[in-house]
């Protein structure tokens, strides 16, 4: 199989990319303390990447209330504005495009990471039984079982709205190139989705157009600072961690693929959930996804340069997003081109610490 598709240029909405192969969000947790502030060295690692047709930035979060982990980086104090800046001027520097991912992971979190030591939020007062937060502790940073969280109540809805909208502002101001939306991953918007996370009663729970609410007022929030044309989404139907069960997973999603294409957003990330042990995709979704929606798909998910090309190849897909290969290897798209051997990811390094599993992965030249 040829992997030439990979390496065709790509309108992706208000940005020409040079190629088809995209970096992942990747939560890494090395965030400047206090503050959850980016640093030069998350400058040097993006910037490493910046060969990527986009680099989409790991998840960030709007507010305090929207974190889960620590160490993430926030994008809601002027600090952590000019932090991003530090990043996106040594992308562009090195000849790259980024977009940030904006996020809130609803219940996927722990008091010691909210203002105050509040309980976190989440559609329905329903605890997720499997999900943990990485928090720290006297002894050290440690992965803890989630808190019961509140419900919210229907009035405090429009104060997260506003928190997407400041978001999306702030990450402009930073020099980001494009926005992506999470809602995906068993976080704050596919709670809302999930017909076992969401037992609402009020316009944000029940039926199939409800649920779906706050995700599109969440994105016609961000459409109206940024423009349609440099907004993405991400979705992961029939995703299965975090406790999401949701028995309408592809209506629910084939409906907002449609809302999206009338918003004119110009990409629909698909984070496929077989990495995580759920479900293959069919190809009866893909094809009714790429129906549904009228701009550009990117998938996510254990390709390799070959399959990622094939799924191009296929019609269902315009890009490929790529996680753990970009972890180990700065260079993957050079090492795709070539046919290169890929160096290996080490786990043990993913989340925490310094510049060690972060910025000293060899490229290509090096090893020669």
Same mark, same amino acid.
């Given at each position: 199989?040829?992997?030439?598709?990979? #390496?065709?240029?790509?309108?992706?909405?208000?940005?020409?990319?040079?190629?088809r192969?995209?970096?992942?969000?990747?939560?890494?947790?090395?965030?400047?303390?206090?503050?959850?502030?980016?640093?030069e060295?998350?400058?040097?690692?993006?910037?490493?990447r910046?060969?990527?047709?986009?680099?989409?930035?790991?998840?960030?979060?709007?507010s305090?209330?929207g974190?889960?982990?620590? #160490?993430?980086?926030?994008?809601?104090?002027?600090?952590?504005?000019?932090?991003?800046?530090?990043?996106?001027?040594?992308?562009?520097?090195?000849?790259?495009?980024?977009a940030?991912?904006?996020?809130? *992971?609803?219940?996927?979190?722990?008091?010691?990471?909210?203002?105050?030591?509040?309980?976190?939020?989440?559609?329905?007062?329903?605890?997720?039984?499997? @999900?943990e937060? #990485? *928090? *720290?502790?006297?002894?050290?940073?440690?992965?803890?079982?989630?808190?019961?969280?509140?419900?919210?109540?229907?009035?405090?809805?429009?104060?997260?709205?506003?928190?997407?909208?400041?978001?999306?502002k702030?990450?402009?101001?930073?020099g980001?190139?494009?926005?992506e939306?999470?809602s995906?991953?068993?976080?704050?918007?596919?709670?809302?989705?999930?017909?076992?996370?969401?037992?609402?009663?009020?316009?944000?729970?029940?039926?199939?157009?409800?649920?779906?609410?706050?995700?599109?007022?969440?994105l016609?929030?961000?459409?109206a600072?940024?423009?349609a044309?440099?907004?993405? *989404?991400?979705?992961?139907?029939?995703?299965?961690?975090?406790?999401?069960?949701?028995?309408?997973?592809?209506?629910?999603?084939?409906?907002?693929?449609?809302?999206?294409?009338?918003?004119?957003v110009?990409?629909?990330?698909?984070?496929?959930?077989?990495?995580?042990?759920?479900?293959?995709?069919?190809?009866?979704?893909r094809?009714?996804?790429?129906?549904?929606?009228?701009?550009?798909?990117?998938?996510?998910?254990?390709?390799?340069?070959?399959?990622?090309?094939?799924?191009i190849a296929?019609?269902?897909?315009?890009?490929?997003?790529?996680?753990?290969? #970009?972890?180990?290897?700065p260079d993957?798209?050079?090492?795709?081109?070539?046919?290169?051997a890929l160096?290996?990811?080490?786990?043990?390094?993913?989340?925490?610490?310094?510049?060690h @599993?972060?910025?000293d992965?060899?490229?290509?030249?090096?090893?020669?």
């Amino acid at each position: 199989m040829t992997t030439t598709t990979l #390496f065709t240029p790509l309108q992706l909405g208000a940005l020409e990319l040079p190629n088809r192969i995209i970096m992942a969000p990747l939560t890494r947790s090395r965030a400047s303390q206090p503050g959850d502030v980016p640093t030069e060295m998350n400058a040097r690692y993006y910037a490493q990447r910046a060969s990527a047709g986009l680099i989409i930035s790991e998840a960030t979060q709007i507010s305090r209330q929207g974190q889960g982990y620590a #160490f993430t980086p926030g994008i809601y104090t002027d600090a952590q504005v000019q932090g991003w800046r530090l990043v996106t001027d040594a992308v562009h520097a090195a000849g790259g495009r980024i977009a940030m991912q904006l996020w809130h *992971v609803g219940r996927i979190s722990h008091h010691l990471l909210q203002e105050g030591g509040q309980p976190p939020v989440a559609p329905s007062a329903i605890r997720s039984e499997t @999900g943990e937060s #990485f *928090v *720290v502790l006297p002894e050290g940073p440690k992965r803890v079982p989630c808190d019961m969280p509140r419900a919210l109540e229907t009035s405090e809805i429009p104060g997260i709205i506003a928190d997407y909208a400041r978001a999306a502002k702030n990450a402009l101001s930073a020099g980001f190139d494009m926005l992506e939306l999470h809602s995906a991953n068993g976080y704050l918007l596919q709670q809302f989705l999930s017909t076992n996370t969401n037992q609402r009663t009020d316009q944000y729970g029940g039926s199939m157009e409800n649920r779906a609410r706050i995700v599109l007022e969440a994105l016609d929030a961000i459409i109206a600072v940024a423009g349609a044309q440099r907004v993405g *989404v991400r979705i992961s139907p029939h995703f299965n961690r975090h406790d999401i069960r949701d028995e309408q997973t592809e209506e629910i999603h084939l409906y907002l693929a449609e809302q999206f294409s009338k918003r004119g957003v110009a990409y629909l990330h698909i984070a496929e959930p077989d990495w995580a042990g759920g479900p293959s995709l069919s190809d009866a979704l893909r094809q009714q996804l790429r129906a549904a929606f009228t701009g550009r798909i990117i998938v996510c998910g254990n390709y390799t340069a070959e399959s990622g090309a094939a799924r191009i190849a296929s019609g269902l897909a315009d890009a490929v997003a790529y996680g753990r290969p #970009f972890i180990a290897n700065p260079d993957l798209v050079e090492r795709f081109r070539l046919g290169a051997a890929l160096n290996k990811p080490d786990p043990a390094t993913f989340y925490g610490g310094g510049e060690h @599993g972060y910025t000293d992965y060899p490229a290509l030249e090096t090893v020669a």
